[in-house]
């Protein structure tokens, strides 16, 4: 069975620049979920969609990032414009039940 | 409060060590607790699930104390593949929240 597949692996910008990530989960998982992994801490949940609808982005920082999941499978994140502080591994998850199956991420750094 | 608190380690043990980890959180309504096990510069893979009876797995238990709100990870008899950090995960209304992550390292 595929795994979760993310886009680009590595990614270097500079700060105010735009930049976008892509996400495809495992087949029929009907969750996906996006987070932020910063070196040392655990990943902070930053969108979470049921098929094509938000169940949670609380802590989605709505004035520089968006996401999409258009058709309940593949989502985008995109960032605009990106800060220093955005620097962080950005990981994508999906699950069909409680168990969450994550992609290999995709590491930003903002110079 | 952070709804999730682990104590980031390291923990640092020989190997043949029995090691354990707790990890608290904040809100009684949470309802699903899991361990998941992160080696360096990869992604969080599930380790096992927690339950108030207890889950044991090989050398793994877990186990979830409601009254006292907390989950806890034994590592029995631990092995140099062991070393990783491990993430507990509450679920609350079906949107998890991540520990900070606990470092594990064992030495020879």
């Known amino acids: 069975e595929a795994g979760v597949a993310q886009s680009p692996r590595y990614k270097i910008i500079e700060k105010r620049q735009s930049v976008a990530f892509w996400c495809n989960p495992i087949s029929g998982h009907a969750t996906l979920y996006w987070y932020q992994q910063i070196l040392g801490q655990g990943p902070k949940l930053l969108i979470q969609?049921?098929?094509?609808?938000?169940?949670?982005d609380s802590q989605l920082p709505k004035d520089r990032f968006s996401a999409e999941r258009l058709k309940g499978v593949d989502s985008t994140l995109k960032i605009q414009p990106a800060k220093l502080e955005d620097s962080a591994v950005y990981l994508c998850?999906?699950?069909?039940?409680?168990?969450?199956?994550f992609g290999p991420g995709t590491r930003l750094t903002v110079l | 409060r952070k709804e999730v608190e682990q104590d980031p380690g390291p923990f640092n043990v020989p190997e043949g060590a029995t090691v354990a980890f707790n990890c608290t959180y904040s809100n009684s309504a949470s309802q699903s607790f899991f361990w998941y096990r992160q080696d360096c510069r990869k992604e969080p893979k599930l380790l096992m699930s927690v339950y108030s009876s207890g889950n044991e797995d090989g050398r793994f238990t877990a186990q979830l104390n409601r009254a006292s709100q907390y989950i806890s990870l034994l590592i029995r008899d631990s092995k140099l593949s062991d070393s990783a950090t491990y993430l507990c995960?509450?679920?609350?209304?079906?949107?998890?929240?991540f520990g900070r992550g606990t470092s594990l390292i064992v030495h020879p």
């Open positions: 998850a999906s699950s069909l039940e409680a168990e969450q199956f």
């Open positions: 969609f049921q098929n094509n609808g938000v169940v949670d």
């Open positions: 995960v509450v679920i609350r209304s079906y949107i998890p929240t």
